[in-house]
């Protein structure tokens, strides 16, 4: 996989590095077209990026943040995306909540995906059949090498023209809504953070294994891809 891979110590500097190099980007989009687009993950690792993000002096205007999946939970629910999100860096940061789009999860899941999709169309200004390209998508990997909620042998990992969809994860019995392959893949920039040593197996196959994303949805990948992860996760390479 052709990607840019940086290793750090700890989860908390692979966080806190990712996080700088978002707003690094964001700030570069926005001076070139006044406006900055970010589609961020949820996890107990994105959690310490959006910290460190929100501990840092930024100007957050002109910044319009998406989900890149959730789960179809209530927006108060533990396993919420958006209730980690809200509280990590929304509220931490003082960013106005109109200008974060989120997945309707207290919806019936084709119609929470269908909302969110009309959602993107109007905010990109997308005709029928166009996909959003956005400045940043940051994305995590699960210990089986799945993202967003793109798992192993789920036959969404073949779609390139949808924006996004819901699909039911039947490891886990949850009904989620995900962004497609295509976005993904169309991104200015992908920041990838896995930390932990339970991913360094799925990690060596996603970056140096032969290219699968039927089975390892991870190795999805834009143009400009940079996985920050730390040395747990990296001991296998």
Avoid at 129 to 158: C, K, N, Y
Avoid at 184 to 212: I, S
Wanted: hydrophobic share 40%; proline share 5%; aromatic share 6%.
């Amino acid at each position: 996989m052709d990607a840019s891979i940086l290793i750090f110590d700890t989860p908390e500097e692979a966080a806190a590095a990712c996080g700088d190099r978002t707003l690094e980007i964001l700030e570069r989009a926005r001076r070139e077209r006044a406006r900055a687009t970010l589609a961020v993950s949820g996890g107990s690792t994105p959690r310490l990026m959006f910290e460190a993000m929100s501990s840092r002096s930024f100007d957050w205007q002109g910044i319009e943040i998406f989900q890149v999946d959730e789960r179809c939970v209530p927006p108060d629910h533990d396993l919420s995306n958006f209730r980690m999100i809200r509280e990590s860096l929304l509220i931490a940061a003082g960013i106005d909540e109109r200008h974060f789009h989120r997945v309707r999860g207290e919806l019936a899941p084709e119609e929470a995906a269908r909302i969110y999709v009309d959602d993107i169309r109007q905010s990109f200004g997308l005709n029928h059949g166009e996909l959003p390209v956005f400045d940043v998508i940051q994305r995590g990997m699960g210990p089986d090498g799945h993202t967003a909620s793109l798992f192993p042998g789920e036959p969404l990992t073949g779609d390139r023209t949808g924006i996004a969809a819901a699909v039911y994860v039947a490891k886990m019995m949850q009904h989620r809504v995900t962004l497609l392959p295509g976005v993904l893949e169309r991104a200015r920039n992908t920041l990838c953070l896995a930390t932990g040593k339970e991913k360094a197996e799925a990690l060596l196959k996603v970056l140096d294994g032969p290219r699968d994303p039927w089975n390892l949805p991870s190795q999805f990948a834009s143009t400009d891809t940079v996985w920050y992860i730390d040395k747990a996760a990296s001991v296998l390479r």
